[in-house]
């Protein structure tokens, strides 16, 4: 099945939709999904976009979860270090 994932600007995922809701509810197209997304309000048009939509297939739902859930894996502290990890200005 095919997944189109919101990622905001950070990389954090905010919305997932199946290609049935999309067709359905953003007239099949990503950017029409994209634009939606990344407005900052509800009287907001579409302007500057600050995130991007990706576009995952997978057999289950099961899969995208574990797959999204990796994701979250980020470095800690300072280029990978666990001590001593305050940011510094060179």
Known sequence: MK????FDAY???RR???AKELAEKFNNAPDEFLSV????GPDESGGHTSGHVGTLNFETEADLKDYLEG????????????AESRPYNF
């Open 3 to 6: 997944y189109f994932v919101y």
């Open 16 to 18: 997932i939709v199946t």
């Open 71 to 82: 994701l979250g894996d980020e470095i800690t502290g300072f280029y990978g270090c666990r």
């Open 11 to 13: 990389g954090h995922v």
């Open 37 to 40: 997304m990344s407005r900052r």
